[in-house]
Structure formats: C-alpha cells, structure tokens
C-alpha cells in the first residue's frame, strides 16, 4: 500500500456545475460561493437569467394597463399645465407609451447591463480595501447572488397574469415584499422610495453579495457587509434625492 503524503496539500474538491450552484446560493451559499470563488463561470447563470426574464417579459407585458398609467400622467401634466392641450397630453401619452413598452422588452438586457455596474462598483470598492480577487470571479458572483430576485420577478409574474391587468406604475408592490405597499407612491413618494429598498429579495441578495465577495476577495465578512452596505445606502440616498426632485417639480 502507498502511504499518503501528509505534507501535501488536500486535493481540490471538484467544481460544482452551474445548476448546482444555482440551487446551491438558496442551500449552501457560503460553499458555492466558495466554489466560485474557486472556478467563477458567467455563461450560464448569464443566459438563465436573461431566458427567464424574457419568458416572464413576454408574459407580462399584455397583463400591463397602459391607458391607466397615461390617464395618471395627464393629471400629473394637467395639474401643473391647466392649459396644455388635449391634443398635446395625447402625443404625450402615446409617446409614453410607446417608450415603456420598448423599455419593458429591452429590460432584461438593462438588468444584465445593471449587474455589470454593480459588479464592477462592488469589486473596485473591496480592492480599494485591500481586498483580492479579479473581475470575472466578481461578476460570477454578482449574478448568482442576484438569483432571489429571479425568483421575484416568477412570482410578480404569476401575481399579474393571476390579477388580469395591473398598471404599470404598481409594479414596485405587486409582491407585498416590502412596507412600500403601506403609502401611496403618488402622495408620499420620498417615503415609499425608502420602504421599497428595504424589500426581502433585495435583503437576501445584498446578504449573497456579502458571503459571495468575502469568499473570492478574502476580506472578512464584516468588512465586506460594511463595503456592500455602504455602497447601498449611498445608492439610496441617490434614488430618495431623485423622488424627492420629482416631488418637488410637481408641487411647483
């Protein structure tokens, strides 16, 4: 019999496949994102993510009242402008519409383009804090981590085709994930834009971030979750200045 070296290094433990580590961010996040740390892949989560968002795209899209969110918008304008046209609020409608719809069908791609930018902010911000690691592994790891929200938009898609039409403008609490369902975006939009970023699937995913960039950045996990969440609050700060301009243009 030969005997084992004990001053060689444990073999590697063999790379689980991207299935597994799809089931594996819900499971066993610590281990799969220590596997992709290990052998990061993009490929596949990549592709997954963009068939399930157009499959739930295409199905949603016809559930989607439009006129409700125009009629919305003339009432908006009219209130500020009492004197535009009917002609000119119904060019802007059409416009409007013409423009969500194109968004709606480009959205899975913006999402993917969305997962680039974070994956790039969140990287660049660990290496800045001496942490380790290249791009690949951390785009690896921004698209598993955001698999819950795949899992969101199956359910909001189920929700709507259940509900038969839905305006456009409630999209935000379809899935009564978040407290923003308890104000009215129209009457209180600085608070409901800081209720909606504290939704469960949006949790879930900064905690997948944080296990995930610890893993392939070697920094501890409480330096990581003061990276992450820091760089989430500021985004926050950005997204309620934003409710809070529009808030003010329309009470001008």
Known sequence: ???????????????????????????????????????????????????????????????????AMITTQAEMVKKQNPNVSDADLAQMGRFTKAIAQVMGYIG??????????????VWGACRLMGGQGDFKQAFSATLY???????????????IMARGMVDPQTMATVVKSSPAFLVDMKEQP?????????????????????????ALTKLSKAKTAAIIVTLWLVALVVKVGFAALGAARMKA
Do not use: C
């Open 1 to 67: 019999m030969t005997a084992i070296d004990p001053t060689l290094p444990a073999p590697a433990p063999a790379a689980k496949n991207s299935f597994q580590r799809i089931a594996g961010v819900f499971f066993a996040p610590a281990e799969t994102f220590a596997d992709i740390a290990r052998k990061p892949d993009i490929l596949i989560p990549l592709i997954v993510i963009l068939v399930i968002g157009y499959v739930t795209t295409f199905m949603v899209m016809p559930h989607l009242d439009w006129d």
């Open 108 to 121: 899975p791609l913006l999402v993917l383009i969305g997962y680039l930018i974070i994956a790039l902010v």
């Open 145 to 159: 981590a955001h698999f819950p929200r795949v899992i969101l938009g199956i359910i909001a898609s189920v929700v």
């Open 190 to 214: 600085v608070l409901f834009t800081v209720l909606a970023s504290f939704e469960i699937f949006q949790i879930w995913t900064i905690i997948l971030l944080i296990i995930g960039f610890a």
